[in-house]
């Protein structure tokens, strides 16, 4: 399967992060830090976020420190440039931290 989906220019990745709460970056990845109440609340963010990443096969890169968690999206199918495959996966981010 090949993935055709297209970098994002400049100015559609800053729309797109203006409304996206606690997401910062530029077309080379797009990063969220979040802190979760305890360890393992952080540790079910992360499974969370799998289950999801695995059912769109769009992983992002994750960061765990205690209660902190950082995670990065990028395409790297896309020449390592941020896509709506990025911002998809984003929301679902988002509404699973909601969700917690």
Known sequence: MTDMAEPLDTAALSHALSA?????????????????????????????????????DHHPDIDIRWRKVTLRLVTHSAGGFVTDKDLTLGHRIDAILRDL
Do not use: C
């Not at 990063?31 to 799998?50: G, K, Y």
């Open 20 to 56: 996206m709460d606690g997401w910062h970056g530029d077309r080379t990845g797009i990063t969220r830090t979040v802190e979760l109440r305890s360890f393992p609340q952080a540790i079910e963010f992360v499974d969370r976020i799998a289950e999801a990443a695995e059912e769109m």
